[in-house]
């Protein structure tokens, strides 16, 4: 139905920039609300960033003033502008996305998808 495609994760040194991008395609009506998440230990996902479709923006308290959060509602994308990299942001940066899916017979339901992950490490 939908997937999300993560990419630009990898390493940086502290101080360092990273930018991540996440693409949505599929059978897409529309996307509503997404959002970056970091997986550390365990299974649990913490909120990083997240953006409505009007622009309306969130961010953790670790990370507001360094990371930017921004989307392009043309091409189902969305970036995530990360600066003044610290050790801490080190993890596995999922996307996810509310997306208003077209199903069968031109009917639609909202649904959230999730990305496959990509790891930052921020380390010297």
């Known amino acids: 139905q939908v997937q999300l495609v993560e990419s630009g994760g990898g390493s940086a040194q502290p101080g360092g920039s990273l930018t991540l991008a996440c693409t949505a395609s599929?059978?897409?009506?529309?996307?509503?609300?997404m959002g970056w998440y970091r997986q550390t230990s365990g299974n649990q996902r913490d909120m990083v960033a997240v953006i409505t479709d009007t622009g309306g923006t969130e961010y953790a308290d670790s990370v507001r003033g360094r990371f930017t959060i921004s989307r392009d509602n043309a091409k189902n994308t969305m970036t995530l502008q990360m600066n003044s990299l610290k050790p801490e942001d080190t993890g596995v940066f999922y996307c996810?996305?509310?997306?208003?899916?077209?199903?069968?017979?031109?009917?639609?339901?909202?649904?959230?998808?999730w990305g496959q992950g990509t790891q930052v490490t921020v380390s010297s």
């Open positions: 599929g059978n897409i009506f529309s996307v509503y609300d």
């Open positions: 996810r996305a509310d997306v208003n899916v077209i199903t069968g017979y031109g009917a639609r339901q909202v649904s959230r998808f």
